[in-house]
Structure formats: structure tokens, C-alpha cells
């Protein structure tokens, strides 16, 4: 999303999660990510990981279109809901988790994104314009959209979450959050394309 929205081209290599009992366990992408999780981004001669990482660097090094207000408070309501989003809800129903969970995986995903999104909804009811902070899309929106298409996918009742639900809706309105949504991935699964 990010490197969409600041228009920058890129060559996407896939990493499937599954096949081969997922390629990130490579010796290949572990060089690239000793963490063996994605995202990786190799630019200007680095390679970098962690989603909020990357996008930090190219707000520093690529500052337009702004992902971060000007204005401090503001500033740091963004990184509270991005923080909230990728530290507080994501982790808990990512691949590795929800393998150590077993047969209740859907159970648990839909527990801890619903107690996220609880949260979340209360945080956006006090910082929302029409994006997750005023009227400008932000770093937040960007890690709002994924988490959103995660509880989709794992059948959230978004029905309690008018205020996500409603930021969603205007940010797959813009071009850069259609072409980069989960489901329009060229290595995206069938079943879950658009």
C-alpha cells in the first residue's frame, strides 16, 4: 500500500505461506528475513522488515504523499491505531499462531479481531474524519484495510464496527487500496481472490 500510494515501482516476489510448508522457512528468504515472516523490502541498497519499519523508512526517505500529519497529535494518534492494529490484533491470528491453536483457529481469530476491533471502533469514534485520523489517509488506514480483509476472511461480524467499517469503505475507493487489497494479488489462493 504504501509504496502504491507514493508511486513507487516495485518487482513483487511471492512468498507462499503454505506451499512446501511455507517458503518463508527458506534458507533463501531467511537470509532476507531472519525472522522468516513477511514483509521484505530490499531498496536503496537495504533490505528491511516488519510492515511498520518499511513504511517509517519510506515516509523519511519518500515523504510525499504525507503518511504521517504534520500536526503531532495527530501524528500520534496514527501511530497509536497502526500500533494497536499490527501489535494488539494482527500477531494474535497471524500463521504461526493460529497453528499452535489447532482445530479452534477460527474461533480464536474471530475472538481476538473482535476484541481489537471493540477497541479499535472506540479509538476511531474520537479520531475519525473520513479516514481513521481526519480526512487524510495516514499510516493507519494503511494497516486498517489488511486487518479489515483478515476479519472477512475469517467471517468477523463487522456489524458492532460502523466506524471501521464505514474508513474501509472509503479507502477501497481510492486506487492504490483496490490494487494492493489481499485479494487482488497476483499469488493470492482462489478461494480467496475478488
Keep these: 500500500l504504501a509504496l502504491a500510494l507514493k508511486g513507487i515501482s516495485y518487482d513483487l516476489v511471492p512468498v507462499n505461506l503454505v506451499k512446501d510448508g511455507g517458503q518463508q522457512f527458506s534458507a533463501e528468504f531467511e537470509a532476507l528475513n531472519p525472522m522468516k515472516q513477511v514483509p521484505a523490502l530490499k531498496i536503496d541498497g537495504i533490505t528491511l522488515s ?18 504521517l500529519p504534520q500536526d503531532p497529535k495527530k ?18 491470528q497471524n500463521l504461526n499462531v493460529l497453528k499452535q491453536i489447532g482445530e479452534r483457529k477460527m474461533e480464536w481469530a474471530q475472538n481476538c479481531i473482535a ?14 474524519g473520513r479516514y481513521c485520523v481526519g480526512d ?38 481510492l486506487e492504490a487500496f483496490k490494487v494492493s487489497h489481499p485479494c ?7 478461494e480467496l481472490r475478488a
Design 50 to 67: 516488519q510492515s511498520l519499519a518499511i513504511i517509517h523508512y519510506l515516509e523519511e526517505t519518500r515523504p510525499n504523499p504525507r503518511l
Design 75 to 92: 501524528r500520534a494518534q496514527v501511530r497509536m491505531i497502526a500500533d494497536h492494529i499490527v501489535s494488539g490484533i494482527q500477531p494474535l
Design 115 to 128: 476484541s481489537g476491533f471493540q477497541a479499535l471502533e472506540q479509538i476511531l469514534q474520537h479520531t475519525a
Design 136 to 173: 487524510e489517509v495516514s499510516m493507519a488506514d494503511l494497516c486498517l484495510v489488511p486487518q479489515v480483509a483478515n476479519a472477512e476472511r475469517f467471517k468477523v461480524d463487522m456489524g458492532p464496527y460502523p466506524t471501521i467499517t464505514r474508513i474501509n469503505k472509503a479507502l477501497l475507493e
Design 184 to 190: 487482488r494479488q497476483p499469488d493470492t489462493p482462489a
